[in-house]
Nanobody, 120 residues
């Protein structure tokens, strides 16, 4: 059973950098044919895919967030990290990490989500 757990600050000030970590257990983030995404849901809105890191280490980002987003990984600790720079109150959301199968793009495991509020 794969488990994902998000961690990071719940409150970030505007213009700062948000950093969240997703720690994975029960499966390796380097296992072939999976990619690991960050997805967020602002209050009252739908899910927004932010970006992903593939089992190979390649990264992909949403065009709308690409200039502010970076995803990296630490294979020794089996975790991956999201950094979002220059945050504004519009970045307030519940942030999820999730695993998907590359061939089908179907998500099979999700973290529970972590609430991030951007406010001074």
């Amino acid at each position: 059973q794969v488990q994902l757990q998000e961690s990071g600050p719940g409150l970030v000030k505007p213009s700062q950098t948000l950093s969240l970590t997703c720690t994975v257990s029960g499966g390796s983030i380097t296992t072939d044919y999976y990619y690991w995404s960050w997805i967020r849901q602002p209050p009252g809105k739908g899910l927004e895919w932010m970006g992903a890191i593939v089992y190979s280490g390649s990264t992909y980002y949403s065009p709308s967030l690409k200039s502010r987003t970076s995803i990296s990984r630490d294979t020794s600790k089996n975790r991956f990290t999201l950094q979002l720079t220059s945050v504004t109150p519009e970045d307030t959301a519940v942030y999820y990490c999730a695993r998907a199968v590359t061939i089908t793009n179907e998500y099979d495991y999700w973290g529970q989500g972590t609430q991030v509020i951007v406010s001074s």
